[in-house]
């Protein structure tokens, strides 16, 4: 696990159980109300600054894959 100070630019989710089969809730909801309910193999891909939330998981286990991109950072002056 990496601690980055700067905040994501965007996320890529990749689910890999399917809603209401493997857990119910837990559904990926956004600030406009649109929710998402994935199925194995569904990737979302979105700007880190829309607000969205998690809902909490009723039943069963969700499971998926967290990816968040940063902006580049360069940093000279390091040495191997």
Known sequence: ????????????????SNYKDD?????????DGYRFKPKKGAYIFFNSC???KLNKIN???RKSI?????????VSGLSE
Do not use: A, D, N
């Not at 696990?1 to 890999?16: A, D, G, R």
């Not at 857990?23 to 600030?31: A, D």
């Not at 967290?66 to 902006?71: N, P, S, T, V």
């Open 23 to 31: 857990f119910t809730g837990g559904e990926l909801e956004f600030v």
């Open 66 to 74: 967290l990816i968040k991109f940063y902006k580049w950072l360069i």
């Open 59 to 61: 039943s069963g286990m």
């Open 50 to 52: 829309e607000v969205h």
């Open 1 to 16: 696990l990496v601690y980055h100070s700067q905040k994501p630019i965007y996320t890529l989710i990749i689910y890999e």
